[in-house]
């Protein structure tokens, strides 16, 4: 079963420091989206992308974020400057556009950062 | 604007008794809603969906809610909780009607299951 694939999935890292995501959607989902979840909390959408076009940034998703879905298949987040707020599980889910499937979001198993 | 509302954060139900997770919604559209649940180290799973068809869903694991417009709710239920459903819960709304398809999340639901 090739579900929604995020690597890695622990990342721990200095203040200051840039990091980078990378979640592999199901194969044939044209649509991928990023959420931030933080303890206790349940997760807030960041962006989303049809293929590789950016159609959704939230106001959470300031200047030192950014997503990339190049080619329309994987999509990258990376993080730059991260600061101690910024520790949270970067969660990445895809869905169809069509069929009886569309709109659902399945998602992987989430990026876990701890920024000390 | 589309919002989501957990009306517990902790449930405590014993092995064998119903399970109720309660959720309300507000949608200028026609919403979709979903409850998912979160094992721990575990990425969200699908318990079921609703989009406008009927309105009692069934779900997985023995899951299924009913929608209610006229009191906005999209209430989670379960005759008989097993050890294994404890986990957190969330109900989600999405409206592709507004224009997005991006999902609002309640804050969740910790479904605790006493032997």
């Known amino acids: 079963d090739t579900g929604v694939s995020q690597d890695p999935r622990h990342k721990i890292t200095k203040r200051g420091q840039n990091v980078t995501f990378r979640c592999d959607p199901i194969?044939?989902?044209?649509?991928l989206y990023w959420y931030r979840q933080t303890l206790g909390q349940g997760p807030e959408f960041l962006t989303y992308?049809?293929?590789?076009?950016?159609?959704?940034k939230s106001r959470l998703l300031s200047d030192r974020f950014s997503a990339e879905r190049p080619k329309g298949s994987f999509s990258t987040l990376e993080i730059q400057r991260t600061e101690q707020g910024d520790s949270a599980m970067y969660l990445c889910?895809?869905?169809?556009?069509?069929?009886?499937?569309?709109?659902?979001?399945?998602f992987g198993a989430g990026t876990r950062l701890s920024v000390l | 604007a589309q919002s989501v509302t957990q009306l517990d954060s902790h449930v405590s139900v014993s092995e064998g008794t119903p399970v109720l997770l309660r959720c309300n919604y507000s949608?200028?559209?026609?919403?979709?809603l979903f409850w998912y649940v979160q094992h721990p180290n575990k990425g969200l799973q699908l318990l079921l969906k609703y989009t406008s068809a009927a309105t009692l869903v069934k779900g997985i694991n023995g899951f299924e809610a009913e929608f209610k417009k006229s009191e906005t709710s999209f209430h989670l239920t379960k005759p008989s909780a097993h050890m294994s459903d404890a986990a957190e819960y969330f109900c989600v709304v999405s409206g592709a009607g507004s224009g997005t398809y991006k999902y609002i999340f309640g804050t969740g639901t910790r479904l605790k299951v006493l032997a």
């Open positions: 194969s044939e989902h044209n649509r």
């Open positions: 992308f049809q293929n590789e076009a950016q159609l959704e």
């Open positions: 949608s200028s559209y026609s919403p979709s």
């Open positions: 889910a895809s869905s169809l556009v069509s069929g009886s499937a569309k709109n659902i979001q399945y």
